[in-house]
C-alpha cells in the first residue's frame, strides 16, 4: 500500500472513530439519565454516582482482552481512560480535590485515574482535601496512603480520624521517580526542600551527594519545586514534571533509594461501590487497651472467618495519651457475608468501629 492510500484510509477510521466516539458519548448520556430515574422512583435525592470503579474496572478488562495488538494494553487502556473521563464530565459536572499544587504527584495519579476532561481542584494539605470531600465540596479527593519505600502517610490516617464519614471509593497506583530539581549545580545547593516522604525515599542518596545541604520539608514535592524556583542555593526532591512546570533543570534523575518505589493512593467520596469479588476494604477502630490481649482477640476474628489482612497501622487516637486508632486493611467487600460476620463480632472487642471504605483490588 503506498503513503497517498494509507493516508487515504486513516482518514476512513478517523471519521468512523468519531461516529463511534459520539454514539458512545450519547449512550453514556442516557446510562446518566437511567440513574436519575432509578434514584427518583427510590425516592432519593441528589445525583447519582458518576464515577464507579467496579464498572470501570469490568470496562478496562473488558478492553485488555479484546485488544490484538499492535497497540499494547497499557495504550489501549489510557484511551479508553480518556474516552471513559469526556462521558464522565458530560453527565455531571465533576470536580476533584488533590494535595496541590498543580504538579504533585498527588495531581498526577488524579490525571491518570479520571483523565483530562474533569475540574481539578489543588489543595494546600492532605487534611484539607479529605475535609473537602467530607463536605462535598468537591466531588472526589484524592490522597496518598502509603508508599512502597517509606510506609503509611501519618497525616492521611490522622486526617481520617477527624473525618470518619469520608468513604472511600478507589485505589490508585504510582510509579514514583524523585529527582533533585534547581537552577544550581549540585556543589552550589545549601538547602534542600521537599515532602517528608520524598525526603525518606532519597535520603540514602541525599546523605552520600549533599551531606551538609540542609532539609527543609514542605507540604508536597510541588511546594518544594516552587520554592527552589524562587531562592538561591537551594534545590527540590521533586518529580521531572515539576522541573518543566517550574523551569528547574534537573540535576540528577532517579535519587529514590528503591528502584520499584510506587505510591498508593485512595479515592474519596460519599460512599463506596459495591462488591466486585475482588475488593478490599479498611477499617478503623479502638480497643480498651486495659483489657489484656485486646488488639490479639480483635485480629483474631478475622482468622476464624477467613479473611487475610494487608497491612495494619497505628496512630494516636488524640482522645487521651497512649491511647491509639487501629488501621487495618483487609481482603474483601464489607458486604461480603464472611466479612459482615467478622464485622459483627470484632464489636466485642473493638470501640468506635468505622469501615472507611470498601474498593476494587486495582489490577489494571
Known amino acids: 500500500m503506498d503513503l497517498d492510500a494509507a493516508r487515504g484510509k486513516i482518514s476512513e477510521v478517523d471519521r468512523r472513530l468519531v461516529e463511534l466516539l459520539n454514539e458512545r458519548a450519547r449512550l453514556s448520556l442516557s446510562v446518566g439519565a437511567a440513574k436519575r430515574q432509578s434514584l427518583k422512583e427510590q425516592g ?12 470501570e474496572k469490568r470496562v478496562f478488562e473488558k478492553v485488555r482482552g479484546l485488544n490484538q495488538g499492535p497497540l499494547s494494553g497499557e495504550s489501549v487502556c489510557a484511551i479508553y481512560r480518556e474516552i471513559m ?41 492532605i487534611e484539607d482535601v479529605i475535609a473537602a470531600a467530607a463536605k462535598e465540596e468537591v466531588t472526589y479527593g484524592l490522597v496518598p496512603i502509603e508508599n512502597s519505600t517509606f510506609g503509611a502517610v501519618v497525616q492521611t490516617l490522622d486526617a481520617f480520624v477527624d473525618q470518619p464519614r469520608v468513604r472511600i471509593r478507589a485505589e490508585v497506583y504510582l510509579p514514583v521517580t524523585q529527582s533533585l530539581l534547581s537552577r544550581y549545580q549540585l556543589s552550589a545547593i545549601r538547602k534542600v526542600y521537599s515532602h517528608p516522604q520524598a525526603f525518606g525515599q532519597s535520603r540514602q542518596w541525599l546523605d552520600q551527594n549533599l551531606p551538609n ?13 516552587e520554592l527552589a524556583a524562587a531562592e538561591t542555593y537551594t534545590a527540590a526532591v521533586s518529580s521531572e514534571v515539576c522541573a518543566a512546570m517550574y523551569h528547574l533543570d534537573v540535576v540528577a534523575k532517579d535519587i529514590t533509594s528503591a528502584k520499584d518505589n510506587t505510591t498508593r493512593f485512595f479515592v474519596l467520596g460519599q460512599s463506596s461501590d459495591l462488591p466486585t469479588g475482588d ?66 463480632d470484632i464489636k466485642s472487642y473493638c470501640l468506635d468501629l468505622v469501615v472507611l471504605g470498601s474498593y476494587p483490588h486495582q489490577s489494571y
Open 44 to 55: 432519593a435525592t441528589g445525583e447519582p454516582e458518576v464515577y464507579v470503579p467496579a464498572q
Open 85 to 125: 473521563s469526556a462521558s464522565i464530565s458530560l453527565q455531571s459536572d465533576v470536580s476533584v480535590g488533590y494535595l496541590g499544587p498543580p504538579g504533585t504527584f498527588s495531581h498526577q495519579a488524579s490525571m491518570k485515574r479520571f483523565g483530562d476532561s474533569l475540574a481539578y481542584v489543588p489543595y494546600p494539605k
Open 213 to 225: 545541604a540542609s532539609r527543609v520539608e514542605v507540604s508536597s514535592t510541588a511546594k518544594a519545586a
Open 279 to 344: 475488593d478490599k476494604s479498611l477499617l478503623m477502630f479502638t480497643v480498651d487497651h486495659r483489657l489484656p490481649g485486646a488488639l490479639c482477640s480483635a485480629l483474631d476474628v478475622f482468622a476464624k472467618y477467613k479473611i487475610n489482612q494487608t497491612a495494619i497501622n497505628s496512630r494516636p487516637s488524640r482522645q487521651r495519651q497512649w491511647h491509639y486508632m487501629f488501621f487495618v486493611e483487609i481482603i474483601g467487600h464489607e458486604q461480603d457475608d464472611n466479612v459482615a460476620r467478622a464485622l459483627e
